[in-house]
């Protein structure tokens, strides 16, 4: 933890580079995000690679698969000082913001805060809503383009649409 003047700094590291990203800058996001979303205590963030986003989601997680975003709240005991960490994938960030038309440094921004209202106690798996109202309200309030919520549920009713309605009235095989 790196404690100065009786303020609690995050701790970023880049592991992986990603054009247009410096440590510094995501420090301060990270910062004004925290703030946004009415978290205390320290983030650390890692920005890191695919292999290594799948070997931390399938120690924690189980599931043998890469991810974008991964977070890692603190245990209660530790949880005034230490909000917990956050890690990202570098390769996920700027293959997303190629797709969606933004830079791969807002990409990283935009999963940052979807990490930090999961320390913050938000679970859009299970909280009905509230965790994609808020992460919308603040992207705004932060000036970041569509969030990662709000992206896959767009993309989620865009693939119902795309799929083929059954027709009705279609004769029923016999044996």
Same mark, same amino acid.
């Given at each position: $933890?790196?404690?100065?003047?009786?303020? =609690?700094? #995050?701790? %970023?590291?880049?592991?992986?580079? %990603? &054009? !247009?990203?410096?440590?510094?800058?995501?420090?301060?996001?990270?910062?004004?995000?925290?703030?946004?979303?009415?978290?205390?205590? +320290? /983030?650390?963030? *890692? /920005?890191?690679?695919?292999? +290594?986003?799948?070997?931390? #989601?399938?120690?924690?997680?189980?599931?043998?698969?890469?991810?974008?975003?991964?977070?890692?709240?603190?245990?209660? %005991?530790?949880?005034?000082? *230490?909000? !917990?960490? %956050?890690? =990202?994938?570098?390769?996920?960030?700027?293959? #997303?913001?190629?797709?969606? !038309?933004?830079?791969?440094?807002?990409? /990283?921004?935009?999963?940052?805060? @979807? !990490?930090?209202?999961?320390?913050?106690?938000?679970?859009?798996?299970?909280? #009905?809503?509230? $965790?994609? &109202?808020?992460?919308? @309200?603040?992207?705004?309030?932060?000036?970041?383009? $569509?969030?990662?919520?709000?992206?896959?549920? @767009?993309?989620?009713?865009?693939?119902?649409?795309?799929?083929?309605?059954?027709?009705?009235?279609?004769?029923?095989?016999?044996?």
């Amino acid at each position: $933890m790196l404690l100065g003047a009786s303020k =609690i700094l #995050n701790l %970023v590291t880049i592991k992986k580079r %990603v &054009s !247009g990203l410096r440590e510094a800058t995501l420090a301060r996001f990270i910062l004004r995000a925290k703030r946004a979303a009415k978290l205390r205590g +320290e /983030v650390s963030v *890692l /920005v890191t690679s695919d292999h +290594e986003l799948r070997e931390l #989601n399938q120690r924690f997680r189980g599931k043998n698969k890469t991810t974008d975003v991964l977070s890692f709240p603190a245990d209660a %005991v530790s949880s005034n000082e *230490l909000a !917990g960490d %956050v890690a =990202i994938s570098a390769q996920t960030a700027i293959y #997303n913001a190629q797709r969606l !038309g933004h830079t791969a440094a807002q990409e /990283v921004e935009i999963l940052a805060l @979807h !990490g930090i209202l999961h320390l913050a106690g938000y679970d859009h798996e299970r909280d #009905n809503g509230q $965790m994609a &109202s808020r992460e919308a @309200h603040l992207r705004r309030a932060l000036r970041l383009p $569509m969030g990662l919520i709000e992206r896959n549920s @767009h993309s989620a009713r865009r693939a119902q649409r795309a799929r083929p309605q059954k027709r009705r009235g279609t004769a029923q095989l016999s044996r």
